[in-house]
């Protein structure tokens, strides 16, 4: 029944090492998301993408990448990871509104997040 | 981006009280409102949303209000039970993304 799944549900690395964070979704979304969540700050979006090789920044892209060459693959890099990026990474999917917009749209299923530390 | 302030931030309440939690957002052109329960070590999940043509919805004991004109919306628990304790979200769609709020914290002791 798992829908989206994050394939690393915790991570250990060192400050400057290359981290690949990996989100795959079954249920033919669109849309896709990573958000970062961290006590008293709430859930703060990242990037997203709204189809395969596009991609937008959120509110907090600084240090981090994206890639979707597939529909249902998300992923998420820190190109050189710093301490202040130890957190709880959340990936989620949606679909876009279509004919009905009531219909469950923009509706997010998030992954089971993925803790990442930084030594 | 959407700035969604959510307040307060903790809350305690007895079992069988209601809790109400508000929410304010700025980009006045969201018109999608949906409210996220997190249990601790757990996904968020959607309890309830509530879309821009419609003033409030109810399911069971939780219902959401909306007043776009003040750019506000809140949830409503009533007859809070412990199960209910968690932390909850509002956010607020701005173009394709959900923009959250902190989060409140909400403690139902029995």
């Known amino acids: 029944d798992v829908k989206v799944t994050q394939s690393s549900r915790y991570l250990v690395k060192r400050t400057g090492e290359k981290v690949f964070l990996e989100c795959v979704q079954d249920m033919d979304h669109e849309n896709m998301f990573w958000y970062r969540q961290d006590p008293g700050l709430g859930l703060r979006l990242i990037y997203f993408s709204y189809d395969v090789k596009m991609k937008e920044k959120g509110d907090i892209p600084e240090g981090y990448s994206v890639s979707r060459e597939k529909k249902e693959r998300f992923s998420l890099i820190l190109e050189s990871a710093s301490t202040n990026q130890t957190s709880m990474y959340l990936c989620a999917s949606s679909f876009p509104p279509g004919g009905d917009i009531y219909s469950g749209a923009n509706v997010l299923t998030f992954g089971a997040g993925s803790r990442l530390t930084v030594l | 981006g959407e700035n969604v302030e959510q307040h307060p931030s903790t809350l305690s309440v007895q079992e069988g009280d209601s809790a109400v939690i508000k929410c304010t957002y700025s980009?006045?052109?969201?018109?999608?409102f949906p409210w996220y329960k997190q249990e601790l070590g757990k996904r968020p999940q959607l309890i309830i949303d509530i879309r821009s043509n419609v003033g409030e919805k109810k399911d069971q004991r939780i219902a959401v209000t909306l007043n776009k004109t003040a750019k506000h919306f809140s949830l409503h628990i009533t007859e809070t039970q412990p199960e209910d304790s968690a932390v909850y979200f509002c956010?607020?769609?701005?173009?394709?993304?959900?923009?959250f709020g902190k989060g409140t914290s909400l403690l139902v002791t029995p």
């Open positions: 980009d006045s052109a969201s018109n999608y």
């Open positions: 956010a607020a769609l701005s173009g394709y993304a959900l923009n």
